[in-house]
């Protein structure tokens, strides 16, 4: 199988008509497009408004990079957050200031944002770690029913709690 008709089975293209080069041979042009589907953004919390507190040039930055995640693509700088939970990632945004944003990308449905907050020191605020591990939770707790948490609430799929999670 010829290298091109591997593409148009795996890609949409669109081929331009030959056009001769000074030798006479047709040479023809093609243009690739990839139509692999994006998966969509969900926020987790009030993850969305605190993504439009951030300044303008951090919040274009921050979008462009969970486009990125969204296409599948790897973000130009982002690190694992096991400290937030298994599959968390942190996306560092940095312009006059350094700015984060928590997501999980690994599932299958959605690229979930966790938490976006601006960073004033060397280390990660332990306020947005701890708001990060609680949301990656009830995330967890929605994708596996009737499953007590990390913080001991029992929820069904949809993230309702069902019933009492303490006791013997």
């Known amino acids: 199988m010829r290298a091109i008709d591997r593409c148009r089975q795996l890609r949409s293209c669109v081929a331009a008509p030959s056009f001769p080069d000074v030798h006479g041979f047709g040479l023809s042009i093609y243009f690739y497009f990839d139509i692999t589907p994006m998966k969509r953004l969900e926020w987790i919390g009030d993850s969305l ?8 040039r951090a919040k274009h930055l921050a979008g462009y990079q969970l486009e990125r995640v969204q ?16 599959g968390v990632s942190e996306i ?4 006059t200031g350094a700015y984060r944003v928590f997501d999980v990308a690994k599932l299958v449905e959605a690229v979930y944002v966790l938490h976006a907050f601006q960073k004033k020191g060397n280390k990660t605020p332990m306020e947005d770690l701890e708001l990060g591990r609680r ?5 967890v707790c929605v994708f596996r029913p009737n499953v007590t948490g990390r913080f001991g609430i029992v929820t069904d799929r949809f993230g309702n709690v069902t019933g009492d999670s303490g006791g013997s």
């Open 92 to 95: 560092r945004v940095r312009t």
């Open 135 to 139: 949301r990656f939770g009830a995330l």
């Open 71 to 86: 296409a599948g693509k790897a973000p130009s700088d982002c690190t694992p957050m096991p400290s937030a939970g298994l």
């Open 49 to 56: 408004e605190r993504l439009r507190e951030l300044e303008p």
